[in-house]
């Protein structure tokens, strides 16, 4: 299963075991009873058992060890079909751009910004080092 929601359990603490694979006729943790029982999540306390993977290929700089640092994995909760539209069309502060209109001021200010009265005018950037600032002295 990519997800499964079952009804949270005092006994149903984790999905696997390091110990399944010696035995995978009778593992230590059999997942199927979990969702087998069928039970109804309405008004309950809610787990959501996921699925996630990782793949790593080694290379020449995994020897003598395999740094993990900056490694990771995440999971993002957003809902698929379950609204027959986008349900941001209906946001109050919502703006439509249509086709070709990518350059109006009307509806994208982000596209006048050159032409705004009140934005300020800014010198050219110029940087002299360090001049003034440090002095090292024979």
């Given at each position: 299963y990519k997800?499964?929601?079952?009804?949270?359990?005092d006994s149903e603490q984790t999905s696997s075991s390091l110990y399944n694979q010696n035995d995978i006729w009778t593992p230590?943790?059999?997942?199927?009873k979990y969702i087998e029982d069928n039970e109804s999540i309405e008004d309950q306390d809610l787990v959501a058992w996921v699925t996630t993977g990782f793949l790593?290929?080694?290379?020449?700089?995994?020897?003598?060890?395999?740094?993990?640092v900056g490694n990771g994995g995440g999971v993002i909760l957003r809902p698929h079909n379950y609204f027959d539209e986008d349900p941001s069309i209906h946001s109050t502060d919502s703006v439509y751009l249509s086709p070709g209109a990518?350059?109006?001021?009307?509806n994208n200010r982000?596209?006048?910004?050159?032409?705004?009265?009140?934005?300020?005018?800014?010198?050219?950037?110029?940087?002299?080092g360090f001049d003034g600032v440090m002095k090292f002295e024979d």
């Open positions: 997800v499964a929601i079952t009804k949270q359990k230590a943790v059999d997942f199927s790593h290929i080694p290379h020449a700089e995994d020897i003598p060890n395999t740094v993990t990518e350059d109006s001021c009307e982000m596209a006048c910004l050159a032409h705004e009265t009140c934005s300020p005018t800014l010198e050219t950037f110029t940087y002299h």
